[in-house]
């Protein structure tokens, strides 16, 4: 039973353009959710998170949405550059002592130049 | 200086074997993690330890035992490997028990003949 789902396993976009990464959840109790890049043979990599007391969190070219009724977030890029090719993991908490992120399944974004 | 390492990166072996990895972070932070990407791409969190105390624990094989000689390090150790032990395996840390967000090392690809 997968708790967080990311339903396209990937994405091309152009150069300049915008990037758009989507995730959706079941757990109505998480209420910390993070987006992390990886390259190949690399760790994952923290990128930008979101509370869910807020619906929007900007960072730079970042920006992450909540929609807490949807249960959905989505991570924009814009411009996109061509070192944003990488896997993006979507990642999810609960409010607990011990952090249990839940990730989903990763989305290969490809930046075409 | 590597924030969060793992030795060995490649581990080839026969089923039936013991084999460990180590994992050592030198950000000073008192909590680490253990996860697993299996062949779906799926991070899934085995074990998570707060200042050498094991505080997570999820549903993984006893064949898997991690150990905490002190906070900037945990190793994995795993016996009688399994043809579906075979994965990517991500040790990870955080500043304290609470904190949301995890770094991860670079991982270790296990393959199991």
């Known amino acids: 039973d997968q708790q967080v789902k990311q339903n396209s396993p990937s994405l091309s976009v152009q150069e300049g353009r915008i990037s758009i990464l989507n995730c959706d959840y079941t757990?109505?109790?998480?209420?910390?959710f993070l987006w992390y890049k990886k390259y190949p043979a690399e760790g994952p990599t923290f990128l930008i998170s979101?509370?869910?007391?807020?619906d929007k969190n900007e960072d730079g070219r970042f920006t992450v949405f909540l929609n807490k009724s949807a249960k959905h977030l989505s991570l924009h890029i814009v411009p996109s550059q061509p070192g944003d090719s990488a896997v993006y993991f979507c990642?999810?908490?609960?409010?607990?002592?011990?952090?249990?992120?839940?990730f989903g399944q990763g989305t290969r974004l490809t930046i075409n130049p | 200086d590597t924030a969060v390492s793992q030795t060995p990166k490649y581990l080839v072996t026969q089923m039936g074997n013991d084999k460990s990895i180590k994992c050592e972070q030198n950000?000073?932070?008192?909590?680490m993690y253990w996860y697993k990407q299996d062949s779906k791409k799926f991070l899934k969190i085995m074990f998570s330890?707060?200042?050498?105390?094991?505080?997570i624990n999820e549903t993984v094989p006893n064949r898997f035992s991690p150990k905490s000689p002190d906070k900037a390090h945990l190793n994995l150790h795993i016996n009688s490997l399994e043809l579906g032990d075979s994965a990517v395996y991500f040790c990870?840390?955080?500043?304290?028990?609470?904190?949301?967000?995890?770094?991860f090392g670079p991982g270790t690809r296990l393959l199991v003949l």
């Open positions: 990870a840390s955080s500043p304290f028990q609470g904190s949301k967000t995890q770094y």
């Open positions: 757990n109505s109790m998480f209420d910390y």
């Open positions: 979101i509370s869910s007391i807020k």
């Open positions: 990642a999810a908490s609960a409010d607990q002592g011990a952090q249990k992120l839940v």
């Open positions: 950000l000073g932070h008192d909590t």
């Open positions: 330890y707060n200042n050498k105390e094991l505080i």
